[in-house]
């Protein structure tokens, strides 16, 4: 503990403003300020600003009741809607008006923190770093959540080496640093271009101004989701992140429709030349096996090797279900509202 905080004043005590919009999250928003709440931060020096985005269930009960005699967390009623902007990115914007901290950090209703999360990012921070993204994974209990939790390593595992070679492609969201002074230049959320996927957005737009970028991979600087639990929230889920990944430069977007596209493409070429099609299959197979056990061993998580062992036959029913309902002309639905 004190090795953690002689670290912390040699960074000059930064203050940190954590931003969180709500809605409808009366199943989660406890469990994430709890893990807010045992931060070995100083207390003096963070504070929690929640935005309840009109929520229709218990969320402003769960969180009123929390921070009684918690005089850094702070409730923020948005009854209202900026100009240009709309749910998620609308709450983003008005409460961090209300932030006092010269770093901001984001995450979500869903996620859970490990103790030392800003400890970490304020050591991975620097004056010329704009934006700071650490690596997110899922609570797994079912085959389900395993799946989904592979899944995710893949995906940042991909962007974690784009970021290493200095390729901006996105960041999180749900675990996120970004600098008051790069949040400031690029003039906030009410500045930006209205996305659904708005943590991509906020990104290109403080890349685009010359800060510099960071994906960390570290146990400490891990967030913890709730898995979706049923395929339908899963296939609205992955058509909301389509909307900002066709944004994404052809290098990037070329690996992840040919994942897409991989299990038709073998189908075809299984009639032609089925001893290619089974060596790529195999390939594949390896590859992303190996890709999960490291970083699963790197990030001290659990795994499940049965659900490993049948990764490859979700990957078939996610791929050809998520191309096809990205094709079919229907609203993204994300928290009640469509966009």
């Known amino acids: 503990m004190k090795k953690k905080l002689d670290v912390i004043e040699n960074k000059?005590?930064?203050?940190?403003s954590v931003l969180i919009a709500v809605r409808n999250e009366e199943n989660c928003i406890l469990a994430c300020l709890e893990s807010l709440f045992r931060q070995n931060y100083p207390a003096d020096l963070f504070e929690v600003i929640i935005g309840n985005d009109q929520s229709e269930d218990n969320t402003e009960t769960i969180v009123n009741n929390f921070i009684q005699n918690k005089p850094n967390f702070f409730l923020v009623n948005i009854n209202s809607q900026l100009e240009g902007q709309m749910g998620k990115a609308n709450v983003l914007a008005q409460i961090a008006n209300h932030a006092k901290g010269e770093l901001l950090c984001f995450t979500d209703a869903d996620i859970v923190l490990g103790n030392s999360w800003m400890n970490e990012f304020v050591n991975k921070y620097s004056p010329t770093i704009g934006i700071i993204t650490g690596f997110t994974t899922i609570k797994a209990n079912r085959f389900f959540d395993y799946f989904q939790a592979y899944e995710w390593i893949l995906a940042l595992s991909l962007i974690k080496l784009a970021t290493d070679?200095?390729?901006p492609v996105t960041t999180l969201g749900n675990n996120m640093l970004i600098s008051r002074k790069a949040y400031q230049d690029i003039g906030g959320y009410e500045s930006i271009p209205f996305s659904i996927t708005e943590d991509f957005e906020i990104f290109h737009q403080i890349v685009k101004k010359g800060w510099g970028f960071k994906q960390i991979k570290s146990h400490e600087i891990l967030a913890f989701s709730l898995p979706a639990t049923s395929f339908s929230q899963l296939l609205l889920q992955r058509?909301?992140?389509?909307?900002?990944?066709?944004?994404?430069?052809?290098?990037?977007?070329?690996?992840?429709?040919?994942?897409?596209?991989?299990?038709?493409?073998?189908?075809?070429?299984?009639?032609?030349?089925?001893?290619?099609?089974?060596f790529l299959l195999i390939t594949k197979m390896f590859s992303q096996w190996i890709i999960i056990y490291q970083n699963f061993k790197f990030l001290k998580l659990k795994i499940n090797f049965f659900a490993l062992a049948c990764f490859e036959i979700y990957n078939l029913l996610i791929s050809v279900a998520s191309l096809i309902f990205f094709i079919v002309p229907t609203k993204v639905i994300w928290k009640g509202r469509k966009y």
């Open 165 to 167: 070679l200095k390729i």
């Open 239 to 278: 058509k909301r992140w389509a909307k900002g990944a066709i944004k994404l430069p052809w290098f990037i977007t070329f690996p992840l429709i040919l994942q897409l596209l991989f299990f038709p493409i073998f189908i075809l070429s299984f009639f032609f030349f089925p001893e290619i099609a089974f």
């Open 12 to 16: 000059n005590l930064l203050k940190i």
